[in-house]
């Protein structure tokens, strides 16, 4: 029973450097979403994929690219990592239609030094 | 801009007292209000909340919206140290949740 499951759990990067993170769901889930979570702030909505084959920006989109490669899996990559993008980063799956709440993983904590 | 605030920031309360957390929104073409609750890892979900004046409730806990007035409460009723974690307000907009900060609450023995 994995519900969201996210990888890697931890990453130390330095600044320029890339990197993806990756999020499986096996709910059969339509909708996916990428998160950060900074102290103070709450999540902010970084992208999000409707459905497969769709994806969109959030409230924070700059610095990331995402990919839906199929159903189940939602990526998200930084191309050139910078300090300001140093946080916890959480994926969430959802059936897509109203009235059901987000399931999230439990969270990727990134820094960049 | 899509907007929700949660008070307090943080509170600190001993065993058995009873606590309030606020969440107040603005939000365009409202959908439905959610409660998460956050210890280490990932967000748990409580409740979520799309008519107004009905009252949602599992165990000590329970929440209630107010749509006219665009906020809702959380009730935790014989706080125990188990409920010490980050409470999270989030609504429901364009197929968006907009997430307030959170609310600390430290449960003391």
């Known amino acids: 029973n994995a519900g969201v499951t996210q990888t890697p759990k931890f990453q130390v990067l330095k600044t320029g450097q890339s990197m993806t993170l990756q999020c499986a769901q096996d709910m059969n889930h339509n909708s996916m979403y990428w998160y950060r979570q900074d102290p103070g702030m709450g999540l902010r909505l970084i992208y999000y994929s409707a459905s497969e084959g769709t994806t969109d920006k959030g409230e924070v989109p700059n610095g990331y690219n995402v990919s839906r490669l199929n159903k189940r899996e939602f990526s998200l990559r930084l191309e050139s990592a910078a300090p300001s993008q140093t946080s916890v980063y959480f994926c969430?799956?959802?059936?897509?239609?109203?009235?059901?709440?987000?399931?999230f993983g439990d969270g990727t904590r990134l820094s960049i030094l | 801009e899509d907007k929700v605030v949660q008070s307090p920031l943080s509170l600190v309360v001993h065993e058995g007292d009873t606590v309030t957390l606020n969440c107040s929104y603005e939000v365009t073409n409202f959908r439905s209000l959610l409660w998460y609750k956050q210890e280490k890892k990932a967000p748990t979900f409580l409740f979520m909340l799309?008519?107004?004046?009905i009252e949602k409730k599992s165990g000590r806990l329970s929440s209630i919206l107010d749509k006219k007035e665009l906020f809702s409460i959380l009730n935790i009723t014989a706080t125990q140290t188990g409920d010490s974690a980050v409470y999270l307000c989030a609504v429901e907009a364009r197929n968006k949740l907009v997430f307030g900060a959170g609310t600390i609450l430290r449960v003391k023995s």
């Open positions: 799309t008519s107004s004046g």
């Open positions: 969430a799956s959802t059936p897509g239609y109203s009235n059901q709440p987000q399931h």
